[in-house]
């Protein structure tokens, strides 16, 4: 394989890019180095090479656009999803949409960001809403929306706004596309939208949630029954699993628009976990919870670049055939590739400077006196 051709290479240079000046570029690579490190504490009083208050400035204040940067993740996110349908035009896997909402516990004093810190969930602190891809083997950060608090977009209306960032050419590419999600997104409102998007659902439903008929959720016996719920305009398929976490087991209910086997539908809900293991990955992996900026531009950009770390690794792992299947990545270990790559870049870069200064002082000491 052509070095030059790798996913995460080729990401990495695109990112490049995005920054015009030489200042901002050796922040960004001495910061991605941290997030890289994937210890969960990217502090910038653990750089050697740049002081703290060099990297606040390039999170705070530097013009830099986050904008490209986001631009250049999310257009390469869809030629990576495109490329992988065309080597497989006939087993096309299903592209699966995860949303779900994280909290990010906070403790301290965020002046400029008091109209993000609330409390839901019995958790202070910020609240995102987050779009996952997958599709077969890729997992792909799309986008992030923040509640801000009551009498404001509900998770739900910000959930629908994400999907509408998604590309019509990959959501009409192949097999149709599913949104997934949890209890928390069961409202009307985001199911009739979902719908009118065109996509397939499959979301949790609350048990104590009434069917047209007076009954609850929870007075259904058969698993797969077609049923009408209050306050939609359409039938809906639901069925259950038991989870044995706690002492005594928990029923938990799902729901999708299209008529499914109840052990079929059981075993499909199941998938939304995979969104799960992407927050523990990126919050403990590349400290997306350890944010302390003081502004919210400072913020945004440190979850960008987190997210930018962990698609980096992801894809590293993805150009790597050696890893046995089912294996969970040693997000360490695609890290510490990476971070070698990233520190060669910066070598060559500095040996190329001093050979052109040892290369200057030659031909002052030889050149000829006048």
């Known amino acids: 394989m052509n070095p030059k051709e790798v996913r995460a290479r080729r990401l990495y240079s695109d990112i490049l890019t995005c920054f015009t000046r030489k200042q901002h570029l050796d922040s960004f690579q001495v910061f991605l180095d941290l997030l890289l490190e994937a210890k969960g504490r990217p502090l910038p009083v653990q750089a050697t090479v740049k002081s703290p208050a060099a990297l606040s400035r390039f999170l705070n204040h530097y013009g830099w656009s986050t904008r490209s940067v986001v631009r250049a993740m999310r257009q390469h996110a869809q030629q ?58 890729l997992r792909l950060p799309w986008a992030f929306q923040v509640w801000r608090g009551r009498d404001t977009p509900s998770p739900a209306l910000l959930a629908l706004q994400l999907l509408r960032t998604v590309p019509n050419q990959l959501l009409n590419s192949g097999r149709q596309a599913r949104v997934h999600a949890d209890g928390g997104f069961d409202s009307a409102d985001f199911i009739h939208g979902v719908l009118d998007l065109g996509l397939d659902l499959i979301v949790g439903v609350r048990k104590n949630r009434k069917l047209a008929d007076g009954r609850k959720v929870e ?8 049923v009408q719920l209050q306050g939609l305009r359409q039938p809906v398929c639901i069925s259950w699993v038991w989870l044995y976490r706690n002492e005594e087991p928990e029923q938990r209910f799902v ?116």
């Open 255 to 370: 729901m999708s628009n299209r008529r499914m086997g109840g052990v079929h539908l059981a075993r499909v809900g199941k998938r939304r976990w995979k969104i799960e293991g992407f927050f523990k990955t990126i919050k403990g992996r590349f400290g997306l919870s350890r944010f302390a900026q003081h502004s919210k531009q400072g913020v945004l950009r440190w979850w960008c670049l987190s997210g930018l770390a962990f698609l980096l690794c992801h894809l590293q792992d993805l150009d790597v055939p050696t890893r046995p299947p089912g294996r969970w990545p040693d997000w360490g270990e695609l890290a510490h590739h990476l971070r070698v790559m990233l520190v060669f870049e910066v070598r060559r870069a500095a040996l190329l400077l001093e050979l052109d200064a040892l290369d200057a002082a030659q031909r002052a000491l030889f050149a000829p006196s006048s």
């Open 80 to 137: 990576t999803l495109l490329e992988f349908w065309q080597h497989a035009p006939h087993q096309r896997p299903r592209l699966e949409l995860l949303i779900d909402l994280t909290s990010l516990e906070k403790t301290g004093k965020f002046e400029e960001l008091t109209d993000w810190m609330h409390v839901y969930n019995g958790v202070h602190g910020v609240h995102l809403v987050v779009l996952y891809l997958c599709c077969g083997p």
């Open 219 to 226: 007075d259904l016996t058969v698993r797969g029954s077609m």
